[in-house]
């Protein structure tokens, strides 16, 4: 076996980019992504309660707001915001959600109901890889 050459450090300051991080931008871009996951499942709670018939309607306007935010801070995340301080995420993770997201999102809108096949599986991989983060 061999031994780390470094010793690990208690809070990474450095990037994929190679751009050092402020507090902020490490706080913001954690709360973007803590976002991702909760609202992730939130949508496929409102998407159950679509297919069995409960508040229908309110659900739909949940989804469909849901989708919205979801959207605006995975977007957020992709590009960067200045104004939010949200820092650019890597490409490989960025790929990952937004491929999932595009599934979950398609199974969300195509069709009159969810199709919860799709739906559950999605907000199952975009937490995992939040949680790889």
Do not use: C, H
């Not at 990474?12 to 706080?27: I, Q």
């Not at 496929?44 to 508040?55: Q, T």
């Not at 490409?91 to 491929?99: H, M």
């Amino acid at each position: 076996t061999s031994s780390p050459t470094s010793s690990p450090t208690s809070s990474p300051s450095v990037v994929a980019t190679g751009l050092t991080r402020t507090n902020a931008e490490w706080t913001s871009g954690l709360v973007a992504i803590g976002f991702l996951r909760s609202v992730v499942f939130e949508i496929a709670a409102a998407a159950s309660y679509v297919i069995e018939g409960i508040d229908t309607e309110a659900n739909k306007v949940k989804i469909s707001n849901n989708i919205e935010y979801f959207d605006s801070n995975l977007s957020a995340l992709l590009v960067g915001n200045s104004t939010s301080s949200i820092p650019v995420i890597s490409t490989q993770w960025g790929d990952e959600v937004t491929v999932s997201w595009a599934a979950m999102k398609t199974g969300l809108v195509e069709g009159e109901d969810p199709n919860m096949s799709i739906v559950i599986p999605s907000a199952y991989e975009i937490t995992d890889y939040v949680d790889s983060m």
